[in-house]
């Protein structure tokens, strides 16, 4: 029998093995990296023709700080580069952008371009690309406890709790994907990977292309998502 294609409302990526894939050609780390953008944005372009209303990317974890500066370093200057360049293009393409995590601590130039970037992706009503940047699960979980308590609020709901997320409105992931064979949430999304399916694909990042997304939706299609609830037989 066939399988009937479902097509997730939102997707969000775990990029994992940029290193790796620049150590087995002998490039420096941050090559990886860059094919790692180039991968990013084969799957925003294979999203949008599947119909995605929102894909999410890890880019760089509250974890991620403890890695050489000079790698540091490169990343941002990457995301500046991506912001001016692409996300540029996105905009016109009527894509709404989102940064979620902490940016604060970004250098000021990176800052000012993803600021650039959001103003005038305001007013877009088309799938939204949402990028973690100085980013960790616990680290959001508190930050809206934090808001709750600022307000003096003493007793929540889930749904308040909810509203003070990054992704406050929005869906939570449908599916999960981390690239390069390693299986762990590593502090993405905590509080929206509740019901998410977890889908683990042992290619590295840079790698990822329309074959692999393709696979991806296979095999969400597949899943059986009960929430909780017994297995219905039509
Ligand atoms: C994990 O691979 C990847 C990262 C920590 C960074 C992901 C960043 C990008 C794809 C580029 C910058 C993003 C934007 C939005 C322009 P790793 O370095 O941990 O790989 P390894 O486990 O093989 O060492």
């Known amino acids: 029998m066939l399988n009937e294609i479902k097509i997730p409302r939102h997707i969000a990526f775990i990029m994992d093995g940029n290193g790796r894939w620049a150590k087995k050609r002998l490039l420096p780390r941050k090559a990886g990296h860059r094919e790692g953008v180039v991968a990013l944005r084969r799957m925003v372009d294979e999203c949008e023709k599947a119909g995605v209303e929102m894909v999410s990317f890890y880019a760089f ?3 991620n700080w403890t890695r050489p500066q000079d790698e540091i370093d490169a990343l941002f200057k990457m995301v500046k580069e991506f912001a001016d360049k692409y996300l540029d293009e996105y905009v016109k393409r009527g894509f709404r952008i989102m940064f979620m995590g902490d940016l604060s601590k970004l250098p000021k130039e990176t800052v000012d371009a993803l600021k650039r970037i959001l103003e005038k992706a305001k007013d877009n009503k088309g799938m939204i690309v949402n ?3 100085n980013y960790g699960g616990r680290d ?3 930050h809206a406890v934090n808001i709750l308590l600022d307000a003096g609020l003493r007793n929540v709901d ?3 709790l909810s509203d003070c997320m990054y992704t406050a ?5 449908d599916v999960i994907v981390r690239s390069s064979g390693e299986k762990r949430l ?3 999304m905590l509080w929206q990977a509740a019901y998410a399916e977890l889908v683990f694909v042992d290619d590295l990042w840079p790698d990822f292309d329309e074959k692999i997304f393709a696979n991806i ?3 969400y ?3 059986d998502r009960r929430y909780g609830n017994i297995r219905r037989i039509n």
């Open 61 to 63: 974890s509250t974890e």
């Open 131 to 133: 990028i973690a940047l």
């Open 140 to 142: 959001e979980i508190l």
């Open 158 to 160: 889930m749904q308040t």
């Open 169 to 173: 409105g929005l869906p939570d992931p």
């Open 186 to 188: 590593s502090n993405f």
């Open 217 to 219: 939706i296979d095999e």
């Open 221 to 223: 299609s597949r899943r």
